[in-house]
């Protein structure tokens, strides 16, 4: 593919991704999501899968995705469906960065983030990059899509990339599945619960970011 064809495609790609979410994707609710997805009966695992391919693709917020799986099919069963999506959309946005669109991700990503731990992000190799990207994952406050985006510019194995990626999401995606499983009945000690949870969930990322924070030196390389 020549660059001036690269970079048509990447101009129109954006410009869809503007106007589609801007219309039709910014006020959806997990409720909505799940109205729709239930409308397909027994394609109701596919349509949310798909859902979950396409979606974040535009930086459609996950944790709404996983609030409308625990709605529509219950913690373990909506957990599943959530790991299956969540692993091959991971996997396309990682190949959308690394094969079509990676000198507009790494300005948008260099811009996004401090540049010392970008280049040390960048540089990381095998173990290393390993460690990043499940550590990025089990962190709530680190944007799911982003952390897609940027590991199709490191060198980490596609391979790696994925096990890290299922491993780090699972805590998270049980948490937000629980509570979209519980939200029917605010009153229960079950949703209280699952609240307690995301709290802990989130104070617990605080504290690990934190540390990672202190030891990047360490864990990323100097």
């Not at 999401?169 to 629980?178: E, R």
């Not at 699952?194 to 504290?207: A, M, P």
Request: a positive charge.
């Amino acid at each position: 593919m020549s660059k001036g064809l690269k970079q048509v495609i990447i101009i129109v790609l954006t410009i869809a991704l503007f106007i589609i979410y801007n219309t039709f994707l910014s006020n959806i609710t997990a409720q909505a999501i799940r109205d729709w997805i239930t409308g397909f009966g027994t394609l109701a695992p596919i349509a949310y899968i798909l859902v979950w391919v396409a979606l974040p693709v535009f930086f459609f917020p996950v944790p709404i995705l996983a609030l409308a799986g625990g709605l529509s099919f219950g913690l373990w069963t909506g957990t599943l469906y959530t790991l299956i999506g969540a692993a091959l959309n991971s996997s396309l946005m990682f190949w959308l960065a690394k094969v079509l669109a990676r000198d507009m991700v790494n300005k948008y990503l260099e811009e996004k983030m401090p540049k010392k731990w970008w280049d040390k992000f960048i540089r990381a190799k095998g173990k290393e990059s390993f460690l990043i990207v499940f550590i990025c994952r089990l962190i709530p406050a680190m944007p799911y899509n982003v952390i897609n985006y940027a590991s199709g510019l490191t060198n980490i194995p596609f391979s790696k990339y994925t096990i890290a990626t299922i491993i780090g999401i699972l805590p998270g995606t049980v948490i937000f599945l629980n509570v979209g499983d519980k939200i029917l009945d605010v009153h229960s000690p079950e949703f209280i619960i699952s609240i307690v949870l995301v709290i802990l969930l989130t104070l617990g990322s605080i504290l690990l970011g934190k540390m990672v924070s202190k030891k990047r030196e360490n864990i990323i390389g100097k």
